[in-house]
C-alpha cells in the first residue's frame, strides 16, 4: 500500500504517473518519450503537481483503501469517478448488501435510516477510482504540455548568446525557466477534475 497526502491509501507499489512515458511520446509527436533523458522524474512531478491541484491521484484507475467517517447519512470520498465499491466497513464490521449505497460521484449513503458513525477512521472503504485518460484528452494534454514545458528549458538558463547568435529557451511561467510549474491556464484545464475546495 502506497499512502498519499489526500487521506487514503493506494493498493499499489508506488502510485503511477498520469501518463506513460509512451502515451507523452504519442502526444508530443515523439519528441520526448521513454528515451528521454530525465522522463520518468519528469512525469512523477507532473503528475504529482496536477494530483496536489485536484486533490486526489486523478488517473488511472486504482484500488484504494479511504478511512473516513461520519456525521451524517452521506460520505463524501476522494474521488469524482467511484468505478466500483469493494467493501464498507463500519467499526470493524463490514456492511453488506441493501446497507449503504454509492453514487458515481463519490458518494456513499448509509441506508436503512441511520447515520454514519462519527470517530476517526470509523469507516473504511476500499474501493476502484480513477479516470482513465483515454476518456480525459484534456488531462492528458495538461500533462504532456507541462512535462515537455519542463523537459524542454534548462533549469534556471533562459537565453544564451554567442556573438550574433542568440538562443531563447522555452519558459515554464512568466520569467523562469525549468521545473515544473502549474500556468492559470492549466488549472483552467482541470478544474472538471478538481475536488471542491481543492485550488482556488
Not at 499499489?12 to 528521454?36: C, M, N, Q, V, Y
Amino acid at each position: 500500500m502506497v499512502m498519499t497526502p489526500w487521506g487514503y491509501d493506494v493498493d499499489a507499489d508506488e502510485l503511477p504517473p498520469i501518463i506513460s512515458p509512451e502515451e507523452l511520446s504519442a502526444l508530443t509527436g515523439g519528441r520526448f518519450g521513454a528515451d528521454t533523458v530525465g522522463v520518468t522524474s519528469v512525469l512523477d512531478a507532473v503528475s504529482a503537481a496536477v494530483r496536489n491541484a485536484c486533490g486526489w491521484h486523478v488517473a488511472p484507475a486504482l484500488d484504494v483503501v479511504e478511512a473516513t467517517q461520519g456525521p451524517g447519512r452521506v460520505l463524501r470520498l476522494h474521488t469524482l469517478l467511484l468505478r466500483s465499491v469493494a467493501s464498507v466497513t463500519e467499526r470493524g464490521q463490514e456492511l453488506g448488501e441493501g446497507q449503504f449505497e454509492a453514487s458515481r460521484a463519490g458518494l456513499l449513503r448509509r441506508l436503512c435510516w441511520r447515520d454514519w458513525p462519527g470517530g476517526f477512521g470509523s469507516v473504511v472503504v476500499a474501493y476502484r477510482s480513477g479516470i482513465p485518460t483515454e476518456m480525459a484528452p484534456d488531462l492528458a494534454a495538461v500533462v504532456a504540455q507541462m512535462a515537455s514545458n519542463a523537459l524542454a528549458a534548462p533549469a534556471g538558463v533562459r537565453s544564451e548568446q554567442a556573438g550574433d547568435v542568440s538562443v531563447t529557451y522555452n519558459t515554464t511561467a512568466s520569467g523562469v525557466s525549468g521545473g515544473v510549474r502549474l500556468l492559470d491556464s492549466d488549472l483552467a484545464m482541470l478544474a472538471p477534475y478538481a475536488l471542491e475546495g481543492s485550488w482556488s
